[in-house]
């Protein structure tokens, strides 16, 4: 474990942003700057999303210890963020940003993108199927799989829904994700958004399977669902399996550590059932430095 994660009594005190994203301008295509101000009412989307370099990157994460980074490459939407961008950052801040690769599991060459992605440095992958139109289940990605699971790679999904007009929601339910943990059980894998809208079936995927995961990133401004996402963990007895994450620059760790200290404010006077101290601090300070131990450990 590295020097600055201190473990007492069997818990972690680490803050660690699981979900963040760099990226600059000429890293994204015109008709994704487009569909991204869909998210903010129509119109363009805030310059602050659609530049986003690291040195924004690393002021927003002063909230917290350590952070996972990562870019977004989709050849249909003209995404691009070089993985060798991500590598530098993190290299150059190797003591606070941990880099995911992300590669196109369409492009012919993406196994070997993949392993150049490892040789720069980078310690994870980003897979996002509603961006880059492929099936879960699709031969092209299973050779992906295989190649994450050689290299030890923890794989974080954007396994939900999008502002993209053309994302297909067909290939974005969470529940698809369970053949791939039945097919590569040693693969770690974590859910972004809690598979947001579909947080029920993301929930009842992590209780079966040991190494799955979910993060918590992009929820707290709608906070009637976000309290019902936390209280339903607590039901089905999964909240050691949810991480902190942001979705960094769409919203940062300040704020989405704010929004869980506050969670039940908006039931305050109610007979409704609480969301437990435990359950945040797990959150904050414990289950991800738990579940990426050795990603940070190297």
């Known amino acids: ?29 015109s ?10 009412g129509g119109g363009l989307p805030p310059e602050r999303l659609v530049h986003v ?28 963020v070089p993985n060798s961008f991500v590598a530098e950052y ?37 897979l996002a199927p509603i961006y880059q139109y492929f099936h879960p289940h699709a031969p092209e990605a299973g050779r992906i799989y295989r190649r994450a699971a ?10 939900g829904t999008t502002f993209t007009e053309t994302g297909p929601l067909e290939v974005a339910n969470p529940l698809l994700l369970e053949r791939v ?35 918590i990133s992009a929820l707290h401004y709608r906070p009637w669902q976000f309290y019902n996402m936390l209280v339903l963990a607590q039901e089905y007895g999964v909240v050691d399996r949810l991480l902190l994450g942001s979705d960094f620059p769409f919203t940062t760790p300040a704020d989405t550590i704010a ?20 359950t945040v601090a797990g959150i904050i300070e414990r289950n991800a430095a738990a579940a990426l131990a050795d990603i940070l450990g190297r």
């Open 31 to 40: 008709a994704f700057i487009r569909d991204m101000g869909r998210a903010y």
């Open 150 to 159: 050689a290299h030890g790679l923890p794989v974080l999904w954007h396994q």
């Open 90 to 126: 993190a290299a150059a801040h190797s003591d606070r940003v941990v880099g995911f690769a992300c590669v196109d599991p369409n492009e012919e060459d993406a196994p070997g993108q993949l392993d150049e992605a490892v040789a720069m440095g980078l310690r994870g992958l980003k």
């Open 259 to 278: 929004a869980l200290v506050h969670v039940n404010d908006l039931i305050e006077g109610t007979a409704l059932p609480r969301v437990r101290p435990d």
């Open 1 to 29: 474990m590295p020097d600055n994660c201190i473990r007492r009594k069997g818990t972690f005190t680490l803050r660690i942003d699981v979900h963040s994203h760099v990226w600059l301008r000429e890293h994204l295509s």
């Open 181 to 215: 943990a039945l097919e590569f059980p040693e693969l770690t894998q974590i859910i972004a958004h809690l598979g947001h809208p579909w947080h029920a079936e993301t929930i009842v995927l992590i209780r079966k399977h040991p190494r799955l995961f979910a993060d």
């Open 53 to 80: 370099p690291p040195e924004a990157h690393l002021r927003a994460m002063e909230a917290v210890e350590r952070c996972v980074v990562f870019g977004l490459r989709s050849r249909r939407l003209g995404l691009a």
